[in-house]
């Protein structure tokens, strides 16, 4: 049997646990949360105690921008890891050492 993932790029794992894709996961579900919470079931005494700002639609829409903007960062600028050595031994010389 052989391994789906012995072929798969080096750059494509590297980027699988970028930080900047996990933060925007989190912020897409709080941000959705917090979005529908705010514009669905806030009260006016929940209004009122806030100074008539409905802070869960505000914080969760700012949340859904911070995840776009963090989504969109990695999409620009994803992981790139260095080129691999080309000699056998992880070094860059592609024989014995000639001394």
């Known amino acids: 049997m052989t ?6 790029e ?3 794992k590297a980027g699988l646990f970028d930080l900047r894709r ?4 989190l912020f897409v579900v709080y941000g959705t949360v917090l979005t529908v919470m705010g514009a669905t079931v806030t009260s006016q005494s929940d209004l009122d105690r806030a100074g008539g700002v409905n802070v869960n639609l ?3 829409v700012g949340m859904l921008l911070g ?7 990695a999409a620009l600028r994803p992981i790139r890891l260095p ?4 000699g ?3 070094s860059d010389q ?4 000639p001394r």
């Open 10 to 12: 080096p750059a494509a």
């Open 88 to 90: 056998p031994d992880g």
């Open 22 to 25: 996990i933060l925007a996961l």
């Open 3 to 8: 391994d789906p993932e012995a072929g798969a």
């Open 83 to 86: 080129p691999a050595p080309d």
């Open 67 to 73: 995840a776009a903007a963090f989504a969109g960062w």
């Open 94 to 97: 592609a024989g014995p050492d």
């Open 58 to 60: 505000w914080v969760g």
